[in-house]
């Protein structure tokens, strides 16, 4: 019997095909590059879920397609696709990296950077990598696969709460934050470098989908005032803020987060490195304020996906934010 993937679409690049003027418009089926896949010991099956651009993905969005992953893991596949625009790829990655708890198998997230209908896209060796991670790789987590060399015969096999999105429009687009990736997909065959993941097993899958989406992620500025501050996070129920080097808060602004009295979670605004308070002496007062919550290696998208998933859950914001869920904080899941 063939092993069975389910590919659920969403839209995005992949889902596109440029016209004579060369504007590409959502038009193309993804399901037509199944034959062309290279993978015909493999019976795969084409779902949709919805059809937009991943810059119009909200977090409802990440409701529907979890649930939707559910759905389709009620039917024994050996994994699940997802088909998926590249510009928020990565905060969708880490909401279902949250959302579904329990993977008995493999949730790979991946797209193309040309429209999915042109010659030559890089939408065919995408999908079909992810659908042989879906279906060979011993993996029970949510993870982006992607290419990583412009002759596309390699593609990284990217944690889900440390992948984020690295070129706008470059092949090799996505990139993982702080953490080696999982594996690699290298001419068709699947390699997993040797760390401690989540592995396939039995088990039922259960969904934590609850989402507080009143959150607000900010760049803390040289030319930021208190004034101002207090304003943005005004209303919210909660900020991640991206602090300068290893999660410094300017001096002036410290009083407004702590009157904010909501979590307050640092991070820093560098890509790579993560929050690293304790090394300066000024960081004494940033870490005093009450309602601060340092995030580690967690890089800063995926510090905001789980703020608002770690309200939505109740409870102790704190604690969940501080616990490994999902690979994000300084080891595997």
């Not at 919805?50 to 039917?75: C, E, L, N, Y």
């Not at 953490?179 to 068709?188: F, M």
Request: proline residues 5%; aromatic residues 4%.
């Amino acid at each position: 019997m063939k092993p069975k993937v389910i590919v659920l679409t969403t839209g995005g690049t992949i889902g596109h095909r440029s016209g004579k003027d060369g504007v590409a418009v959502m038009n193309f089926d993804p399901a037509e590059l199944a034959a062309e896949a290279g993978v015909p010991e493999i019976e795969l099956q084409f779902r949709a879920i919805f059809r937009k651009g991943s810059m119009d993905v909200v977090p409802d969005d990440w409701v529907k397609i979890a649930t939707a992953v559910a759905d389709a893991q009620r039917d024994q596949p050996r994994g699940v696709v997802i088909l998926h625009g590249t510009d928020t790829m990565h905060y969708t990655a880490s909401a279902l990296s949250f959302m579904l708890r329990g993977l008995s198998v493999p949730v790979v997230m991946t797209g193309s950077m040309i429209p999915g209908g042109n010659p030559g896209s890089d939408a065919l060796p995408n999908l079909r990598d992810a659908i042989l991670v879906a279906a060979y790789a011993d993996l029970a987590e949510v993870c982006v696969v992607f290419s990583a060399d412009l002759e596309r015969t390699k593609a990284l096999i990217i944690r889900g709460t440390r992948a984020r999105k690295m070129h706008s429009h470059g092949i090799v687009a996505f990139d993982s934050i702080n953490a080696p990736p999982l594996g690699d997909v290298v001419n068709g065959k699947v390699l997993l470098r040797p760390f401690d993941v989540r592995r396939r097993a039995h088990g039922e899958l259960t969904l934590a989908t609850g989402i507080e989406q009143n959150v607000v992620l900010l760049k803390l500025n040289p030319a930021l005032t208190p004034d101002v501050l207090a304003r943005q996070l005004q209303g919210a129920a909660g900020a991640v803020l991206e602090g300068t080097g290893v999660g410094h808060i300017k001096t002036d602004l410290q009083g407004a987060v702590a009157a904010f009295g909501k979590p307050a979670v640092i991070t820093t605004q560098t890509v790579y490195g993560g929050e690293c308070l304790g090394s300066y002496d000024v960081d004494k007062a940033i870490l005093a304020i009450p309602n601060i919550i340092p995030t580690g290696d967690m890089h800063s998208d995926a510090a905001f996906v789980k703020l608002m998933w770690a309200l939505g859950q109740g409870g102790d914001v704190r604690s969940l934010m501080r616990t490994n869920v999902a690979g994000e904080i300084g080891g595997a899941a």
